[in-house]
């Protein structure tokens, strides 16, 4: 294949701006966009809220400072506050670009874009479109690469970078339709794939295929991982799926109860009840899971949503897609019955160490969007904060690389590479004595994950779950694929994704051991406060002779001192 | 055997498959199966699993993928009815695997039972469930299926347009559109000629067309008055009943034909012929002549080539139009002309008042 100058691994809303942007900065550039699903297929569509900017069109006193101050509070003061900085000043140019190029959004009585209250936010900045502003945002992106003439390479799956040294040669990936192994020989790579949440499985939001990919490519190349620790779940997720109940069915209302009928919010926030902030409800549900008032399932234990006191019209009228997905997926109407939920693992403040313009320490290797850690969320991520982040550093990291991509030699990736590629995933479909299933290991992995490294740690659960990850890895080498044939093989798929998140979730639990504090999304039961003496720096995690070896950066200051984060 | 992994196939099994739980029913679906480097032909498979309340089809199949057999493949991502990707048909009818039911798909099944899942139809088949959506990303190019912005590029990102809310609406429910293609599968023009534009891109066409920050729409209904364009289209209601965000697409459809005739006067076009020789039967016999409308419209050679292996499979299955000599005029015929000619001049009349506004 002819040499590519930027490939962009990855069709969600961070990989689409990169794409669009990079043309836009030179469009002599020869790019191509992979990925493993149609790109508006990706994640990014299931965002609802919607993107936050301090546009000041609902609130005319909202400025950039505020926003900054916001997400820098939000972020348990971990941000780098340059890049916090960007993320803001950038944010209603960017915003006001999409709604340019044709992004539906919701409107105010004066014509202007919609916005409205978000957590952890002091005025109403999050621009919405009606509750499916992440898919819109996406179509919007899609139709304009496609009006620009991208060249897509849909349904291809990324297996591993070429690297020479400290410098990489480009891409080889699989085409799903023929089984084939090809190479993107390329100047510049940029990674955009999305969160690795999914990781915790069942006990996760997000869609089947966030498994970490671009990360667990990067990481094997030796590429370091940044706040891997950082997961923030999100209190009300179902049962059984792990699928997400919005906030608003709380919003409205809704009441949180346990196995003995108490609305047990009243014991850790008297005042806000159910209204409290996400991490506190998540780790009151998980208590009283924990000590023993959850209900018991096969499929888990859990509390009650309950709605049935709001009254069938209210529920019909403001709740309609809450009330669909209960049926749609627990077979519960909540207008009879209450929801069974329990927290959920929702998105990953971690990912591939980037400097503020997408840059990894990898000549020609780029990162942008949540499998990127910049970092913009530190150690919590505010509502809102994360298309927008995908927004601005996609449109980065797209410049960058159209800018430098004219430094580095044209990459060449020989077919002896190709060939052993190819000859590791064939391997794979070998017949053998004694195998392993994937869907078990995937789905203990989940459990371990939930359990050990969730809502609530401590050294010997982490401890527990490190062994765990080793067991699980030595086991997965005996998984087998059945699916022998070339022709779009799930089955191959799965067990590579599978690969990725093995790979992933063990940094996940060495950081979340290291870390010996309480912050943001990581909660510590046995060091409850955050210790910022020893704790407020970022943890690196790199992959050297097949063991991950820890590391630390520090975090950027500016013009915001440490403070303690309290709403 | 391993006997770990044994008790993790329990565990599992209790969530889904528990014959001695309360609320279970045995389900069999019946999946279409088809891997063309080994299959000369596609073929049915039977798996019989036991499923408890709540559990929709796509965690069946993932059910069955996981534990039954794994070479069964299908699409699927968000599992939250937002991405579109797990379109297929159930019991016939295309729709998102990961939003139905199973306990109601047991209640629609022809054979008591049994399940029936196969891909979506009018796309190419790549293997068992999962068919090729290229064909429509290439008709959303070829229909400019996207906004060309007013906003001169140097001033891009510095202000916003201001759009009421009212406008907002227009197109508020066709952006629902996840491109799932269900309605593409249950299309009757395009079942037979696969050019045909297809609803969904329809519907963004309409999208696009009624947004006042785009500077294309004349160019996009040049392409949609076109052959295989907005004038085939049957009007059979197939692709709105059948759209799983229950957009109303036919009201899109009918309010690109309006702006169409309005825009461009119903002259040259296959559709405008269409709708001539639709005129002309209502006129004269009080119903339509079905069998040679398609000929009268295209022309004898494109409805040999592009109807004709529909119209054999409808005589097959009995639903022929009947032969022209079989269509009496309707009775009343003289009191329906009446009425016709009148309502024609109304039309023309409202049209000329709208005009003048
Ligand atoms: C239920 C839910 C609701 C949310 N709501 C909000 C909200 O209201 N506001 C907000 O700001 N954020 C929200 N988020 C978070 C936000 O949606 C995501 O962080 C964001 O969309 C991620 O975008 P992305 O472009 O980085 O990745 P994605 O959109 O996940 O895209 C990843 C892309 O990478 C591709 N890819 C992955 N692996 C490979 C591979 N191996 N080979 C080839 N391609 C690959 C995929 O095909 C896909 O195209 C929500 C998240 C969830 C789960
Ligand atoms: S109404 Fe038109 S577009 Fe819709 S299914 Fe029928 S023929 Fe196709
Ligand atoms: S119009 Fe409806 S059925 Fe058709 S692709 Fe869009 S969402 Fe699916
Ligand atoms: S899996 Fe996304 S719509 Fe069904």
Redesign the interface.
Known sequence: MKPFDIVIVGGGGAGLYAAMEAMKTNPALNIAVLSK??P????T??AQGGANAA?GNKAKDDTIEMHIFDTIKGSDYLADQDAVEVLCSEAP??I??L????T??????????AQRPFGGAGRPRCCY??D?TG??IL??LY??C??KGVIFF?EYFALNLAVNGSRSRGLIAMNM?SGRVEAFPAKTVIFATGGYAKMYWNRSSN???NTGDGQAIAYRAGIPMKDMEFVQFHPTGLR??G??VTEGARGEGGYLINKDGERFMARYAKEKMELGPRDLVSRSIETEILEGRGFES??GKYVHLDLRHLGADLIKSRLPQIR??S??????DPIEEPIPVRPTAHYSMGGIDTDNFGRTVMDGVYAAGECACVSVHGANRLGGNSLLDILVFGRIAGHTAAEEAGKFEPGTISEEEIRVSAEELRHRMQPSG?Y?????LR??LGQTLALNAGIFRESSLLHKGIEDIAELKERFKKVR???S???????LMQVLELKNMLDLAETVAVGALAREESRGSHTRIDFPVRDDEKWHKHTLATLVDGKVLPGEKPVTMGRYELQERTY | ??FR?EL??H??M??TI?QH?EGKRDVTFRVFRF????DSKPYFDDYTISA?????VL?SLNYI???V???L?????????????CGMRVNGISKLA??S?V?EELDKCREPGIIKVEPLRSLPM??DL?V???PL?DK??RY??????T?PLA???????????EE?HR??KA??C??CASCVSECSILRANKEYVSPAVLLKSYR?NV?S??SIHDVRLAELVKDHGVWDCTHCYRCQESCVKSIPIMEAIHAIREDALECRGPKDTSGAKHAEAFMEDIEKKGKLVEATLPIRTNGMVWTLRNLLPMAMKMIVKRRTPPPPPLVKSSKGIKIFRAMFREMTEHVKQDHQKSHKK
């Open positions: 699903v149609y508006n297929r990706s994640h569509s299931a546009l140019k960017i006001r670009e709604e340019n190029i044709g539906p959004w919701s409107r105010l009585d004066d014509n202007t874009i479109c009606a499916k898919h819109t179509q919007t139709e304009q496609l009006r849909n339709k869609a089947a295929g059984k799926s699928l997400l096969p499929a669909e997905m049926l749609n997926f627990e077979g519960v004694h392993e299933r994937y869907g078990a789905e203990e694929v059945f699916d044939s070339d022709v779009f093989n799930t089955n | 055997m391993n992994k993790i196939n565990s599992l209790t969530e528990d739980q891997n063309p480097q080994v408890e309340r709540g559990i929709t965690r993928k996981e534990h057999d794994a070479t493949s299908f699409r699927a991502f968000c599992q939250a009815g937002i991405c579109g990707s990961c939003t039911q306990w790549i293997k999962i090729d959506m290229d990303v959303m190019k400019s299926n996207w906004i060309n912005s906003m001033e891009m990102g510095k202000k916003e347009f201001l759009v009421s809310e907002f197109y508020d952006t629902d996840i491109l696009m947004d920050r785009d």
